[in-house]
C-alpha cells in the first residue's frame, strides 16, 4: 500500500525539479515542541538536491496566531507564520533555509536540507576560543536580524504586528507559577508566596515592558542554529516579535545546558561582543543599562522554561525536556541575586527547587 504522504511529496517535487525527480526515501526526524511534523527526503534525478526537509503543519482550517499555547494578534494572519517570517528574513539578509515549495491548504512546506549539526553540536569539545568565535558568528547573525530587520520594518510582516508586552511578559510568569509550581509533581506552595511571587513578576513585567523593542527571533538558541559550510543558518523563526534586543541574546546564552560550555566569563564577553556589535551598526548602548536588562531577560526566560518543560511533560507527553530543569534552576540561582528587582524570588525557590541548593 502507497503512504499518502510519500506519495503526495513524490507529487510535489515533480512539480518543482521536473518530472524524472524522484523521491526515493522519506525519513521522519525528531520533532521539536510544537505541532509541527518533520521528515527527510531523499532524492535522484538530475540537478536536484539529493536531500530535502518537508515540514508538515495542520492542513487547512484556520492559521495558527501565534506560538500554540499563546495568541497576541488583534486579527488572524492570512498566510502561515513560517512563510511570512521567511519571506521578510530572505529578504533583509538573515540566512534562512531556501524554500523549495509550499501547499499551506495541504499542511506541506519543502525546505532545503541544512543538516543534522546545530550550533551546540558544532561547539562540542573545542577550546574556549573557538566556542567565542563560534558563538561570535551566531551573534553577528542576530544583530544582522534585529537591527537590519527593526530598520526595514514592513507592516505585512507579521512579526511586528505582536511584541512582548506586560501582559506577554505576565502570561508567561503565570505559565511557570502554574505548571512549574502549582502543578508540578510533589510541589507544595502557599497562597501568600504566590501573590508575593506574582507582585515581583509584574515589576519586572513592567521594566521590560518600558524597553525600546526591536525584531526578534524569539528562540534564537543553539539549537535553532544550524551549521551548514561552516556557516550559521536560522530556523524556527515563525514566532518572532518585537521585544528588547536583549531577550534573543539572553536566548542564545542561558537555554538548557548552553552554560556548560558558555561559561560566565565566556558569557560576559560575549554580551561586550554583542554590544560592540551593535555600535558598529549605529545603535546607541549603554553597558550598564544593556547588562541590567539582559540579565532580567535571562532570568524571565529561564522561569518561563522550567513552567514549560514541565507542561511539555504533563501535557503535551514529551518528558524529554525534563532533565533541562535541574540546569536551568541552577542558573536561576546564579543570575537572581544579581538582579534587584528580581531577587525576592529566589528564598521560595531555594525552597522549592532542590537544584538551587
Excluded at 179 to 187: D, M, N, Q, T, V
Amino acid at each position: 500500500m502507497i503512504d499518502p504522504l510519500q506519495e503526495l511529496i513524490g507529487r510535489k517535487i515533480k512539480t518543482i525539479f521536473g518530472a524524472e525527480t524522484t523521491l526515493t526515501s522519506l525519513m521522519p526526524l525528531a520533532g521539536d515542541a510544537s505541532s509541527r511534523r518533520y521528515y527527510r527526503g531523499h532524492l535522484s534525478g538530475r540537478g536536484t538536491p539529493a536531500t530535502l526537509i518537508i515540514m508538515q503543519v495542520p492542513a487547512g482550517g484556520s492559521l495558527p496566531l501565534s506560538s500554540e499555547e499563546l495568541a497576541v494578534f488583534k486579527d488572524g494572519p492570512k498566510e502561515l507564520p513560517f512563510l511570512n517570517l521567511h519571506r521578510f528574513l530572505q529578504r533583509i539578509g538573515v540566512d534562512v533555509p531556501k524554500l523549495y515549495g509550499h501547499w499551506e491548504d495541504q499542511g506541506l512546506i519543502l525546505l532545503e536540507d541544512l543538516g543534522d549539526t546545530s550550533l551546540w553540536d558544532r561547539v562540542q569539545n573545542l577550546p574556549d576560543e573557538q566556542i567565542i568565535a563560534w558563538y561570535q558568528k551566531a551573534i553577528d547573525e542576530l544583530v544582522r536580524l534585529q537591527i537590519v530587520g527593526t530598520a526595514r520594518r514592513d507592516d505585512d510582516c507579521i512579526a511586528f504586528q505582536q511584541r512582548f508586552d506586560f501582559k506577554l511578559y505576565m502570561w508567561e510568569f503565570e505559565h511557570f507559577i502554574e505548571w512549574g509550581l502549582e502543578k508540578r509533581p510533589g510541589a507544595e506552595i502557599d497562597a501568600t508566596a504566590i501573590v508575593r511571587l506574582r507582585n515581583c513578576f509584574a515589576a519586572i513585567s513592567e521594566a521590560l515592558q518600558d524597553q525600546v523593542p526591536c525584531l526578534n527571533h524569539r528562540d534564537y538558541h543553539s539549537w535553532n542554529l544550524m551549521v551548514t559550510n561552516e556557516s550559521i543558518r536560522v530556523i524556527d523563526f515563525q514566532d518572532a516579535l518585537l521585544a528588547p534586543p536583549q531577550y534573543d541574546l539572553a536566548s542564545l546564552l542561558n537555554d538548557r545546558v548552553t552554560d556548560e560550555l558558555v561559561t560566565p566569563p565566556i558569557e560576559e564577553g560575549l554580551v561586550r561582543y554583542y554590544i560592540d556589535a551593535s555600535r558598529a551598526h549605529g545603535r546607541e548602548v549603554d553597558p550598564d543599562e544593556f547588562s541590567e536588562i539582559y540579565r532580567l531577560s535571562a532570568i524571565q526566560r529561564d522561569l518561563k522554561v522550567v513552567g514549560r518543560f514541565y507542561y511539555l511533560d504533563l501535557v503535551k507527553g514529551k518528558p524529554g525536556y525534563r532533565k533541562f530543569i535541574p540546569p536551568t534552576v541552577r542558573r536561576l540561582a546564579r543570575n537572581l541575586p544579581n538582579a534587584p528587582q528580581a531577587r525576592p524570588v529566589l528564598p521560595l525557590l531555594l525552597e522549592q527547587f532542590e537544584a538551587m541548593s
